[in-house]
């Protein structure tokens, strides 16, 4: 075996110690070492292309936790952090990443399970959000806790048993902020912003001969475009027959693209409240 299908074999990180040790195999690892195909940090070999986040945890022998386990479960990410956040055991001797890893953000945790699968040392997903709901922002470790229980990766009490220590108030506080029912980023931002705003909002209300409308402010419906998803014909033509529908029900629909709600969220307020003093009667959803 040479040394590119042992890192391969390993995911792409591997000790030093373990690497074949022929003296042909010796003189390809320096090659490679040279080349830049492979690097060294500390004790380990990693290849070029390997996913910073698993280097760190692999070195540090560590589980991926907050924003960087977020990404690799495939979790919605309000603004990404170009730091590695990894997770060690609290009663663990202080532990000084090498320089060769980057920036890396070590948390030392009361409840910290070991990585079962060595290719994908991953927080069990509670621990994960856990630590993202005292690490992150309200608003992004929201859209997190929302993603996450919108695919049903966790459960809000599962979330709630796993906020110890340090933060857990804070942390509670924005866990009672989130709601599954809310499908992506551009929904989950504009439910917070209007309920900051002092408005009632409902996600995810169906309603008959309409289906699934992103959020509901008494008369008001409001959709959250994005391009990935109404970009087609169909979807146009589906979006307007689902807007007259609404209309003829009473309802006042606003439609507001990700822009509109990240770059100035005052426009999507003073929409809403316009809209509302527009007295409507409809019925029930």
Known sequence: MDVEQ????????????????????????AELLTSGAVRAVGGWVTSADASPALVAARCLNATITCVSAAAVLGLPVLRPDDRVHVAVPRDRARVVPDRGLGAVV?????????????????????EALARALRCLPAEEA??????????QLVSREELERALLGRGAGPARRALGRADGRSRSLAET?????????????????????????DLRIGHVVLECDGFAYHSGRR?????RRRD???TEMGYVV???????????????????????AVRRVVPSA
């Open 142 to 151: 929201i859209c997190l806790v929302d993603g996450a229980l919108h695919r």
């Open 254 to 276: 606003l439609r507001f693209t990700w822009e509109d709600i990240m770059g100035d969220p005052s426009l999507l307020i003073e929409s809403v409240r316009a809209a509302l």
């Open 235 to 239: 979807e146009f033509r589906e979006d």
């Open 6 to 29: 042992a890192l391969r074999e390993a995911g792409g990180v591997l000790r030093r110690s373990a690497l074949p040790r022929t003296r042909g195999q010796h003189r390809q690892l």
């Open 106 to 126: 070590v948390h030392r945790e009361s409840l910290w399970t070991p990585a079962h699968k060595l290719l994908h040392p991953v927080a069990p997903v509670p």
């Open 244 to 246: 007259r529908v609404l």
């Open 189 to 213: 931002c504009a439910r917070l912003v209007l309920q900051d705003a002092g408005f009632d909002v409902i996600p995810g209300v169906v309603i008959s001969g309409v289906g699934e409308v």
